[in-house]
T-cell receptor, first 115, second 110 residues
Framework: AAGVIQSPRHLIKEKRETATLKCYPI?????VYWYQQGPGQDPQFLIS???????DKGSIPDRFSAQQFSDYHSELNMSSLELGDSALYFC??????????????FGAGSRLTVL | DAKTTQPPSMDCAEGRAANLPCNHS???????VYWYRQIHSQGPQYIIH???NNETNEMASLIITEDRKSSTLILPHATLRDTAVYYC???????????FGTGTSLTVIP
């Protein structure tokens, strides 16, 4: 079965640079979620999109932005990178309004290292 | 969404049942209970979910108390590969947030 695809899997950037992470949801999934997980921490919800519109916002820094495109893939853009942005970034997808509960499926994550 | 409370860590002997508790005393009628686990730095993996009835699948069983204020995830025969952080999450099924709390780090001991 198709899973959530994230790219790149690993990314190394310098401070003050920009980075873009991509997420390709499971086919026919209409909702995408982004999470940040720092070393030794639990996943923190950043932002979600439903049908290409931002649907909810968590602890996403102002330096970060995201969008969902017409093919439902999503991109997380991070600017003015700081050392503290070094983390695993997970994307998840789901189907809204599915019969029963809305189960999220997570990707394998993108590891960002800021030097 | 309701807040959940889980013990920070637990041990379980290999081959025995692992029973992971979760308190969600402020849960409301339309909120589901979800369980996920994360094996070191991998993406969180869905285990099971339920609303009010007990549920079982090929991975685990979920027991929800009648008042729905707590639940227990049961791994019937724990293996070393079940060593992971287990998260109990409560949310509305139509919600677009999905918040992880501080889960339980389960260590399966040989």
């Amino acid at each position: 079965a198709a899973g959530v695809i994230q790219s790149p899997r690993h990314l190394i950037k310098e401070k003050r640079e920009t980075a873009t992470l991509k997420c390709y949801p499971i086919p026919r999934h209409d909702t995408v979620y982004w999470y940040q997980q720092g070393p030794g921490q639990d996943p923190q919800f950043l932002i979600s999109f439903y049908e290409k519109m931002q649907s909810d916002k968590g602890s996403i820094p102002d330096r970060f932005s995201a969008q969902q495109f017409s093919d439902y893939h999503s991109e997380l853009n991070m600017s003015s990178l700081e050392l503290g942005d070094s983390a695993l970034y997970f994307c998840a997808s789901s189907v809204q309004g599915a019969v029963g509960a809305n189960v999220l499926t997570f990707g394998a994550g993108s590891r960002l290292t800021v030097l | 969404d309701a807040k959940t409370t889980q013990p920070p860590s637990m041990d379980c002997a290999e081959g025995r049942a692992a029973n992971l508790p979760c308190n969600h005393s402020t849960i409301s009628g339309n909120e589901y209970v979800y369980w996920y686990r994360q094996i070191h730095s991998q993406g969180p993996q869905y285990i099971i979910h339920g609303l009010k009835n007990n549920e079982t699948n090929e991975m685990a069983s979920l027991i929800i108390t009648e008042d729905r204020k707590s639940s227990t995830l049961i791994l019937p025969h724990a293996t070393l590969r079940d060593t992971a952080v287990y998260y109990c999450i409560v949310r509305y099924y139509t919600g677009n947030q999905f918040y992880f709390g501080t889960g339980t780090s389960l260590t399966v001991i040989p």
